[in-house]
């Protein structure tokens, strides 16, 4: 995804490349995990019971994607962090 300012840095194939399969999986994975979720619990429970056991998994599922896609969008930099003292500024450097 790159950190370039104003043109400089900047990888265009994430266009074509990386977002088309981002949404295709933010697209597919929730549904998926609400079917899954409803078929392995099948048996005597009610459907009010089995509904919101998928629900919940589904919100984690979306959850932890949300929090990956995050994390892929922006990289650690263990340079940059400081446990003690000011905290570090892009205009500093």
């Known amino acids: 995804?790159?950190?370039g300012l104003?043109?400089?840095g900047r990888d265009l194939s994430v266009l074509w490349t990386e977002l088309p399969l981002v949404l295709l999986a933010g697209a597919l994975i929730?549904?998926?995990?609400?079917?899954?979720?409803?078929?392995?619990l099948r048996g005597p429970r009610?459907?009010?019971?089995?509904a919101l056991v998928a629900g919940v998994c589904t919100a984690?599922?979306?959850a932890l994607s949300a929090w990956g896609l995050h994390a892929w969008a922006n990289p650690h930099h263990p340079d940059r962090i400081r446990l003690s003292g000011p905290l570090p500024s892009d205009l500093d450097q």
């Open 6 to 8: 104003e043109g400089h």
């Open 30 to 40: 929730p549904p998926l995990t609400w079917l899954l979720t409803l078929r392995l």
């Open 1 to 3: 995804m790159g950190t």
């Open 60 to 62: 984690a599922v979306l």
């Open 46 to 50: 009610s459907l009010r019971s089995r």
